[in-house]
């Protein structure tokens, strides 16, 4: 079984920054990888993304201001945050789309969330 837990949330200042993780376990074949957020309220909305080559992708306003990463040996996925403001206030949700061994097609993990935070 594959599980994705998020870590490094929690309140921060407007301009301060923020890194989350998001540690796998189990072994599979990631197609996909990504971030997600979901303020009360609102749909939940693409952060950025990652493909297995390296290739990111982020939402337009948050552009200069995340990154995601990831440590392959590790399992770990990153965001990394910076310059946060108060409407970046969220749960932020890692996500990871990949093949278990020995299955044909693919399965979608999430993790829990994580409560992001930023005051004025």
């Known amino acids: 079984q594959v599980q994705l837990v998020e870590s490094g949330g929690g309140l921060v200042q407007a301009g301060g920054s923020l890194r989350l993780s998001c540690a796998a376990s189990g072994s599979i074949l990631i197609n996909y990888m990504g971030w997600y957020r979901q303020a009360p309220g609102k749909q939940r909305e693409l952060v950025a993304t990652?493909?297995?080559?390296?290739?990111?992708n982020y939402a337009d306003s948050l552009k200069g201001r995340f990154t995601i990463s990831r440590d392959n040996a590790k399992n770990i996925m990153y965001l990394q945050m910076n310059s946060l403001k108060p409407e970046d206030t969220a749960v932020y949700y890692c996500?990871?789309?990949?093949?278990?061994?020995?299955?044909?097609?693919?399965?979608?993990?999430w993790g829990q969330g994580i409560q992001v935070t930023v005051s004025s």
């Open positions: 996500h990871e789309r990949g093949t278990p061994r020995g299955v044909v097609g693919f399965v979608d993990y």
């Open positions: 990652m493909t297995s080559g390296g290739i990111t």
